[in-house]
């Protein structure tokens, strides 16, 4: 069943997004990095990968790295990836997520003009709470962190699903909204690499307020931003482990 089901997947995904009216907006950031011969990072909400990954136009015609957990349902993900054209690396914040994030590293530095698109709070979540990774991520590869989310007039919700994901629904007005670049210092204390993740974080929320906004969409249950730092995240969790993981190959 699920060798089936990534099949059943991206045949709806296609037939849908013939139907689907799509708009861009906020492009400059990101036309601007990709003009400077770099692809950026893109962040997103794990919610909305679904969607977002085949959506976003002119994303071929250049190498984009993914992430997809181990699990069985990360087995289906990993196969519509690949099927959209990604080059998907297999790991998550609870297994393997530190390695499949120095994988990506070193696929970035071979290649200048690959990118990568992270959902902050994949795999398991919690919804829209920003992990580490894709900080030390773009720590380590110098690339421009550029958040990216989409919505539709008219959608269905996974209601049961950790991350509510949202497919449009057929004709729907889709609108993808891209935010403003981030540049990650190389170097970070432990509290300025929290701040880092929660503007992170709050980027995201705003920008899929923004987008819900444009398409109409009333999410009853919208991604929040905590309302302050936490300082227990000021250790860096996956980022310290892709640290340690890089001391040991190099990877500096």
Known sequence: MRYVLPEVALATLSSLRLTWRIRETGRKDYDSVIASGQAPVIAYLHGRAFMLLDTISDRRGRSWYSMCSTSLDGDAMARVGKKLGFEVVRGSSGNGGAQAIVDIIYALRDDPR??????????????????????????????????????????????????????????????????????????????????????????????????????????TEPVRAPATLNPLRATPDLAQQVDSLGRKESLV
């Open 114 to 219: 690959a990118g990568a698109c992270i959902a902050i709070d994949g795999s398991r979540g919690p919804r829209g709470h920003a992990k580490g990774g894709i900080i030390a991520l773009a720590q380590r590869t110098g690339r421009t962190v550029i958040p990216v989310t989409i919505s539709a007039s008219s959608a269905w919700i996974c209601r049961k699903a950790w991350d509510r994901t949202l497919i449009a629904k057929p004709f729907a007005r889709v609108e993808v909204v891209f935010g403003e670049k981030l540049d990650v210092p190389k170097k970070l204390t432990a509290h300025e690499f929290e701040r880092l993740r929660a503007d992170i974080e709050g980027r995201l929320t705003a920008l899929q307020a923004r987008a819900d906004e444009l398409s109409g969409f009333a999410d």
